[in-house]
């Protein structure tokens, strides 16, 4: 699995790349792509909508099945990947770079501190 050093990770396979000193852009993992198979539509939460860290925020449909997309931390949307509305495919192609899907600006900036690194992500996939 490519996971490059500078971002964090979840137990439900998204991913937190952080892009300012309080915000971030969050995306689902290359692993979770693959489990999921053709991704053929993203339903993603509005910008300025509040957001808590484990809540669902959005939804990712396959052709394999309908998965929750969950909110990596706290804080409000102020991005959302409309790229994906006709493109919902960018997710498995380019999970890490077009594929991502909100960014969020952090209620607490220190709650990245709680993610997975890398080396704790790949133990966690490691174990599926």
Same mark, same amino acid.
């Given at each position: 699995m490519a996971a490059p050093e500078d971002i964090k990770y979840t137990q439900e396979h998204e991913w937190v790349q952080r892009t300012g000193g309080d915000t971030v852009r969050i995306g689902i993992t290359e692993y979770a792509q693959q489990?999921? /198979? $053709?991704?053929?539509?993203?339903? #993603? &939460? !509005?910008? /300025?909508?509040?957001? =808590? @860290?484990?809540? =669902?925020? /959005?939804?990712?449909? %396959?052709?394999? @099945?309908? %998965? $929750?997309?969950?909110? &990596?931390?706290?804080? !409000?949307?102020?991005?959302?990947?409309?790229?994906?509305?006709?493109? &919902?495919? #960018?997710?498995? %192609?380019? &999970? #890490?770079?077009? /594929?991502?899907?909100v960014e969020i600006k952090l209620a607490d900036p220190d709650q990245l501190a709680g993610l997975l690194d890398v080396e704790g992500y790949q133990k966690l996939i490691d174990q599926a």
């Open positions: 489990q999921l /198979g $053709d991704v053929v539509f993203v339903q #993603l &939460p !509005e910008v /300025g909508k509040q957001v =808590a @860290s484990g809540e =669902a925020m /959005g939804e990712v449909e %396959s052709t394999k @099945s309908v %998965s $929750d997309i969950y909110a &990596p931390v706290t804080g !409000e949307v102020t991005a959302r990947n409309e790229g994906l509305e006709d493109e &919902p495919e #960018l997710v498995n %192609s380019e &999970p #890490l770079e077009g /594929g991502w899907m």
